[in-house]
C-alpha cells in the first residue's frame, strides 16, 4: 500500500484522527468515533486543494461515516458518506482502477 503524503501542517490531525479511531476500534466508545470524525471533517476542509492524496482522505473519512451510520442509524452519516465518495470518485482519473482497488480499507476504518 501506498504511503500517504500528508501535508505537515495535518500531519497532529491525521495522527489524532487516527489514535481515536483505534481507540474506538479497541473499545468501541463512539465518543472516539466521534473524535476521529471530527478530525477527518478537519482535515478535509484545511487539505491543500489539488493535492493528490485528497481522494484517500475522502474515502478514509467514508469509511468512518458509514461505521458510524452502522451503529447510530443516522441517516446523514449515509448522505454524508455518498457525498464524500462522490466527491472522491470525480477526483479519480479517466482509465484508473477502481475506488476500492485503489483504496485498501484505511487505517483509520473501524474493524468492529
Not at 476542509?45 to 443516522?74: C, F, K, M, N, T
Amino acid at each position: 500500500m501506498q504511503t500517504m503524503d500528508i501535508p505537515p501542517q495535518l500531519r497532529a490531525v491525521y495522527d489524532h484522527a487516527t489514535a481515536a479511531g483505534s481507540r474506538h476500534a479497541a473499545t468501541g466508545d463512539l465518543a472516539d468515533l466521534d473524535e476521529a470524525l471530527m478530525a477527518m471533517n478537519m482535515m478535509v476542509r484545511q487539505w491543500p486543494a489539488g493535492h493528490p492524496d485528497l481522494d484517500r482522505v475522502l474515502v478514509s473519512r467514508a469509511q468512518l461515516l458509514i461505521h458510524r451510520y452502522d451503529v447510530e442509524q443516522a441517516p446523514a452519516d449515509l448522505d454524508a458518506a455518498i457525498e464524500a465518495l462522490g466527491q472522491a470518485t470525480e477526483r479519480t482519473p479517466d482509465g484508473s482502477r477502481p475506488l476500492p482497488a485503489r483504496h485498501p480499507p484505511a487505517a483509520l476504518a473501524p474493524t468492529a
